[in-house]
């Protein structure tokens, strides 16, 4: 039996069932504890952490610099420009976000994203 999402080999013991897949461990929890760029709790959380000072990885970084200079941009745009990936994308945004840094926005059917203000 493998993971239908990275290919691994489970055993029948060490497989998780989600969607009508079967997963390992790692693709079950990267599904199920993925971050939500919408939550209020982790918005709160975010903005009392980090202050008037935020902390950031150098890919948060980049991707900041990167709206700030030229955006809004659509994720593939930013996925493409900093080549990353847009899981990579996704969880770093979702921190953004939570920071109140960064937002995304619809211009007309195109999901876009920019600086929070």
């Keep these: 039996m493998k993971c239908e999402k990275c290919g691994t080999a489970l055993s029948s013991?060490?497989?998780y069932n989600h969607a009508g897949q079967t997963?390992?461990?790692?693709?079950?929890l990267d599904?199920?504890?993925?971050?939500?760029?919408?939550?209020p709790w982790?918005?709160?959380?975010?903005?009392?952490?980090?202050?008037?000072?935020?902390s950031l990885t150098p890919v948060?970084?980049?991707?900041?610099?990167?709206?700030k200079e030229k955006g809004p941009l659509t994720a593939e745009q930013?996925?493409?420009t900093l080549n990353i990936s847009e899981a990579e994308f996704r969880v770093n945004f979702t921190t953004l976000?939570?920071?109140?840094?960064?937002?995304?926005?619809?211009?007309g059917d195109t999901i876009c994203y920019t600086t929070f203000r």
């Design 13 to 15: 013991d060490d497989s």
């Design 97 to 107: 976000r939570h920071m109140e840094l960064a937002r995304a926005s619809k211009q």
């Design 78 to 80: 930013i996925c493409g």
């Design 42 to 54: 982790a918005v709160f959380t975010a903005k009392k952490e980090a202050g008037s000072n935020p």
């Design 60 to 67: 948060q970084e980049k991707i900041m610099a990167l709206i």
């Design 31 to 39: 599904i199920k504890a993925a971050p939500k760029a919408c939550d």
């Design 23 to 28: 997963l390992c461990e790692d693709c079950y």
